[in-house]
C-alpha cells in the first residue's frame, strides 16, 4: 500500500493528490491513507499537506525499497522483483528461503540493516542501520556446480567497477571476496550454493558495501580493517544510485557469462583490478600457512601462490584467507 501511495505521489510530481483521491482509487478510508502517509513521513519521505489540496512529495530518502531501486532501473533480469526490509537477519538467509520456495532468479533482498549478517565460515558481517548496501541476488544459471565459484569473481569485478564508476574512487579486488579501498576492506561478497551432482538449484550472491558510515562508526573489532566510501570521497554517496549500477553491471557481467560462455573477458578484468597478483601473500589453509607470491588466477577462479620452493600451488575458492604479509590486503 505504501509502494503504491508513493508511486501515485511520484506520477504527480507537480500537483498535489488530495486523501479523497488516493482512498477511492486504493480502495480504502481516508485515516488509512493518513495512517500510511505518517509511516512513510517516518521512514524520511518528505510529504507536504496543502490544506484542500491534498498531498505532494517533496523528497525521498536513500532507502533501497523495490519503488526507489526499480525506478530507472532498466535491468531485463536482476531486480524484476526486490523484497526490502528494514531490519533483517541476514538477506542471504532470506534469498535462500525465497529459493526454496521456488521464487524465479533476479529476485533481490535488500536491508537497511542486519542483525545476522554472515561472513564466510560463520564469520560476522557488521551491517549498520541506513548506511550500506546490504543485498542478495537470487540467479539460477544453467551450469555444472564446479563452475559456482565464477560466480565470486564475477560479481567482486561488477561491484568494484560500479564503485569506480558510481564514486570515481579507486578500488581494488583481494582473493576472492573482498573489495579493497585505501588497504582497507569496503565490500564483502558471499556467494552461496544449492546444488545436485550436476546441476545448481540457485546460487545467492551476497553483496556487503560500506557506504557511508563515519569511521567513528565502526566498532573496535573491525575498525582497523574496515572503511567506507564516503570516509574516502568525503561526500554522501547515492545508495539508490549504487545499488542500481551494481545490478546493471552484474547482469551484464552474467549474462555475458551463462549466455555467451565468456568467463575470460571476465578474468582479465579481474586481473587487473587485482591486488594480489605479484605480490607476496600469506594463506592459512586448514591451520596451516604458506607463503609465496600471488601468480594468477586460473579459468576456475582458484589462485595460484608460487612458494619459497618455486612450487605452484592452486588454491580453491573457501579454502583461505589471504592476507599481505605487511598489511591488511
Ligand atoms: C565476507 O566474508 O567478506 C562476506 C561478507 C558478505 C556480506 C553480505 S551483506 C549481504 C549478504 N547477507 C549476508 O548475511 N552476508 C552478505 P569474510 O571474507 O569471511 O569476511 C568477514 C570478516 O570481515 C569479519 O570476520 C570481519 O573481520 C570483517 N568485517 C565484518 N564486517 C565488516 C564490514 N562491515 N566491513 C569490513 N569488514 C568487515
Partial sequence: MKDKIIQILKENSKNPVSGEKLSEYLKVSRTAIWKHINQLRQEGYEIESLPSRGYLLKNTPDVLSSI???SGLKTHILGNKIIHFD???????????YALQGEKEGLVITAEEQTK???????DWISSKGSGIWMSILLRPDIAPCQAPKFTLLAAVAVAKSIQEETGLLVHIKWPNDIILNKKKVCGILTEMNAELD???????GIGINVNQQENDFSEEIKNKAISLFEVKKSKISRQNLTRRILTNLEKYYLNFVKKEDFSSILKEWKELSCNLEKEVKVVLNGKEIQGIAKDITEDGALLIENREGKLIEICYGDVSVRGIYDYI
Fill in 68 to 70: 526507489e531501486i526499480q
Fill in 87 to 97: 531490519s533483517i537477519d541476514s538477506t542471504n538467509e532470506k534469498a535462500k528461503e
Fill in 117 to 123: 549478517g554472515k561472513g564466510r565460515k560463520g564469520r
Fill in 199 to 205: 546441476r545448481i538449484n540457485y546460487i545467492v550472491v
